[in-house]
């Protein structure tokens, strides 16, 4: 049967409010409310302690350690334990060390998406305080620096520095997001290879991870096979596939030959300082008889014709020069270093023997120069 229209248009708007409010009834007696919103996820920061450089007292390290916290803070980052952190850095062994390769570590370790690193320089004058400020943003998704920030504060007070710092956190937490990334996956024959990506250790294969986009330098490693390395092109907003295929064998050794000396022979610094004693002696005799050259040999009374004089200029200079050849001969004996032995700095598994030790030597020949007397030193070290 054909319901009329004018029915259908009073009806339906009753049933419709009463579906509404038996809705409402149901759930003010079961309890049921509207889910909440989601909210944004928060990220994890690991702040380590400050890299100082001049006198920074403790409680300005705490005012400014504050100003980088709550600078984290605002930007929706969570701070990461400093009990659990400095835990970590003592297991690991790395303590001290801001290098991206222990930056990386600490943040894999703590479930961290970045680590903060900021340093403090500070001149103290009459005049106060100048401070030059820095903050490093380590992205640990990305594995690589985002951003780095620095500023100087001339005469600050250290409430000043805090604000100045913790603009330069916030600056580089932003500089970081708005770096372009793509993606990258890289897979190789066999699998389980490191993974390093500008000199970093990142991960092993297959590898997947967000990058920088740009151009980077890639390495493949595992034990028992030669290690591969190739240039890494990242587009912003693309995928980058890479297989690589390891060849078996070893890397190449490089052998870096140091040389080390051993302690100076005693019979040299003997010599040498018996050679200093005579070549003194003689500069002081040679110089004496130069000074008395053409002087009278006896005293003789005022206007009386001197009848000897000294004739001692050739004395003299012969025992000035070998004075002065001996005193250097002595001094150069002494000054060589010691037997000098090359070894490779790689030790065992260097491969080839090393080379023979090659120590100092020097030679001393008294005899004729030439029309005269003289001394010939010849040395090699």
């Given at each position: ?9 009073s ?5 419709c ?8 009834v ?27 450089n ?5 409680e300005?390290l ?6 980088v916290?709550?600078?984290l803070?605002?930007?929706?980052f ?16 790395i ?10 570590r600490?943040?894999?370790?703590l479930?961290?998406h ?7 320089k ?5 005049s106060g305080?100048?401070?030059t ?5 380590y992205?640990v ?12 504060c ?11 710092l ?6 580089a ?15 190789s ?7 390093f990506?500008?000199?970093?250790e990142?991960?092993v294969t ?15 490693r595992r034990?028992g096979?030669?290690?591969?390395n190739?240039?890494?092109n990242v ?5 980058t596939?890479?297989s690589?295929k390891?060849?078996?064998?070893q ?9 080390e ?9 003997a ?9 003194a002696?003689g500069?002081l ?6 000074a008395l050259?053409?002087?009278c ?5 005022m206007?009386?014709a ?8 050739p004395m003299?200079?012969?025992?000035t020069?070998v004075g002065?050849?001996a ?10 270093p ?8 790689t ?20 005899g004729?120069v ?7 030193v010849?040395?090699?070290?």
């Amino acid at each position: 049967m054909q319901m009329p229209s004018r029915y259908l248009s009073s009806v339906l708007p009753r049933a419709c409010v009463r579906l509404v409010l038996a809705g409402l009834v149901f759930s003010a007696v079961f309890g049921v409310r509207p889910g909440p919103a989601v909210a944004a996820e928060r990220k994890m920061a690991c702040v380590l302690d400050a890299k100082t450089n001049g006198s920074v007292t403790p409680e300005e390290l705490l005012v400014l350690e504050n100003a980088v916290n709550n600078a984290l803070k605002e930007q929706q980052f969570d701070l990461a334990s400093k009990g659990e952190r400095d835990t970590i850095i003592q297991g690991e062994g790395i303590q001290g060390c801001f290098k991206e390769e222990c930056q990386e570590r600490i943040g894999r370790l703590l479930g961290a998406h970045a680590v903060m690193v900021y340093s403090l320089k500070v001149w103290r004058s009459t005049s106060g305080a100048a401070w030059t400020l820095g903050a490093t943003y380590y992205n640990v998704e990305v594995g690589a620096i985002g951003a780095k920030a620095t500023s100087e504060c001339p005469s600050c007070t250290v409430a000043q520095a805090a604000t100045a710092l913790s603009d330069l956190v916030k600056k580089a937490i932003f500089d970081d997001a708005a770096k372009p990334r793509g993606q990258v996956v890289i897979t190789s024959d066999p699998t389980n290879a490191s993974v390093f990506i500008d000199g970093v250790e990142l991960g092993v294969t297959p590898y997947k991870r967000t990058v920088f986009a740009g151009k980077h330098e890639l390495t493949l490693r595992r034990t028992g096979h030669r290690s591969k390395n190739q240039s890494l092109n990242v587009t912003e907003g693309q995928l980058t596939n890479l297989s690589i295929k390891l060849d078996v064998g070893q890397d190449p050794v490089q052998v870096k030959y140091v040389a080390e000396h051993r302690p100076r022979p005693k019979w040299r610094i003997a010599l040498g300082g018996a050679l200093i004693g005579v070549g003194a002696l003689g500069m002081l005799y040679g110089i004496t008889g130069l000074a008395l050259n053409g002087q009278c040999v006896d005293s003789v009374p005022m206007g009386t014709a001197c009848l000897q004089k000294y004739t001692s200029l050739p004395m003299g200079a012969a025992l000035t020069g070998v004075g002065v050849a001996a005193a250097a001969v002595g001094a150069v004996l002494i000054a060589l270093p010691g037997p000098r032995n090359t070894l490779p700095s790689t030790g065992a598994g260097a491969g080839g023997a090393a080379p023979a030790s090659s120590a100092p030597q020097a030679s001393l020949l008294f005899g004729g120069v030439g029309s005269g007397v003289g001394l010939h030193v010849q040395g090699s070290y």
